[in-house]
Structure formats: structure tokens, C-alpha cells
């Protein structure tokens, strides 16, 4: 059986927590950012997990994340 490859965007992106939970980082924090409050902007910078109906497919994507 040959090695299993990891996607590696997939991989640039999420990363495993402690709890086994997949790690993220939150979109629309990049430009156009004049037009956001500075509220919402504090928002955008911490990492959210990612939700349960997404985390098969990404195991998926990447088979040795370690959960």
C-alpha cells in the first residue's frame, strides 16, 4: 500500500489542537478593512475551530494530523 499524501493547502491552514480539535483561521481579515469596526477586527485575529460538519473532510485531507 503506498504512503497516504497530505494535502498541502489543507495543510498551511488548519492545524490540531490539544483536545483534538482542528484549528483555523477566520476569513474577511485581509483588505477592505476601513469599512470593518475596530471591534470586528479584533474578532477576526483569533483562531476559531473548525466545525463539526467539516472535520471529516478535512481528517481526510490531512491523514497525519495526529487525531
Known amino acids: 500500500m503506498?504512503?497516504?499524501?497530505?494535502?498541502?493547502?489543507?495543510?498551511?491552514?488548519?492545524?490540531?489542537?490539544?483536545?483534538?480539535k482542528i484549528k483555523r483561521n477566520k476569513a474577511y481579515a485581509r483588505h477592505i478593512l476601513t469599512t470593518k469596526t475596530t471591534k470586528q477586527?479584533?474578532?477576526?485575529?483569533?483562531?476559531?475551530?473548525?466545525d463539526a460538519t467539516n472535520v471529516k473532510s478535512i481528517k481526510k485531507l490531512l491523514p497525519y494530523l495526529g487525531l
Open 2 to 20: 503506498p504512503k497516504m499524501k497530505t494535502n498541502r493547502a489543507a495543510a498551511k491552514r488548519f492545524k490540531a489542537t490539544g483536545n483534538g
Open 41 to 50: 477586527k479584533r474578532g477576526l485575529r483569533s483562531p476559531a475551530t473548525v
